[in-house]
């Protein structure tokens, strides 16, 4: 079935670094979505793309639409302590509303 | 303020005892799903509902079971839990395409 590639895995970071993450796809999407994940809570949504080529920023974070419509990038600038947790990129599998997520990657911050 | 709770947020239960994990939202969507998440698997979707008494499996439905009497309450339900269904839980409602999570059920089954 369809499936979403994230990488990396993990990532350790020092404070006030640029962290960079990707998601691609063997299939076309029309929607990516970036979402983190706390220790101990659900994930939230961050930013929601709609359109190939689409570049949308939520303070430190941007993530763009790839062109080709099979991949998606978040970055997140000057990193904080705050930042860490589990990062998933989403795509829809269909018009129901179910979405494929990609594995996660789980940011470490040292201060 | 719009959310979706689920209640128990822990839980430590034996093999075999049925147990049912409740979810509510107050956001009137029709779409409704339950995830499990375990350590590199990522999120996989167990089952979910279109709408009121239309419920269909998704990824790994074995040994739950759903209900949609109501727009707003989608429980998952463990008939005879097993130890591998020790995960982390967590029911989404969407209106279109985002999925707003609630806060997760951390399940143990012993």
């Known amino acids: 079935g369809q499936q979403l590639n994230q990488s990396p895995q993990s990532m350790f970071i020092q404070e006030g670094e640029d962290v960079s993450m990707n998601c691609t796809s063997s299939s076309i999407f029309n929607t990516w979505l970036w979402y983190k994940q706390d220790p101990g809570e659900g994930p939230v949504l961050l930013i929601a793309l709609y359109k190939a080529g689409e570049l949308t920023s939520n303070g430190r974070l941007t993530a763009q639409f790839g062109i080709t419509r099979k991949d998606s990038f978040l970055n997140i600038s000057a990193s904080i302590p705050s930042d860490v947790g589990i990062y998933f990129c989403?795509?829809?599998?269909?018009?129901?509303?179910?979405?494929?997520f990609g594995q996660g990657t789980e940011l470490s911050v040292k201060p | 303020e719009a959310q979706v709770t689920q209640n128990p947020r822990y839980l430590i239960t034996v093999t075999g005892k049925k147990l049912t994990v409740t979810c509510s939202q107050n956001m009137n969507h029709e779409y409704m799903s339950w995830y499990r998440q375990d350590p590199g698997l990522g999120l996989r979707q167990i089952y979910y509902s279109m709408n009121v008494e239309v419920t269909d499996k998704g990824d790994v439905p074995e040994g739950y079971k759903v209900s949609r009497k109501e727009k707003r309450n989608f429980p998952l339900i463990l008939e005879s839990p097993s130890p591998n269904q020790t995960s982390l839980y967590f029911c989404?409602?969407?209106?279109?395409?985002?999925?707003?999570f609630g806060q997760g059920t951390r399940l143990t089954v012993v």
């Open positions: 989403a795509g829809p599998y269909n018009q129901g509303g179910k979405l494929i």
């Open positions: 989404a409602s969407s209106l279109g395409r985002e999925a707003f």
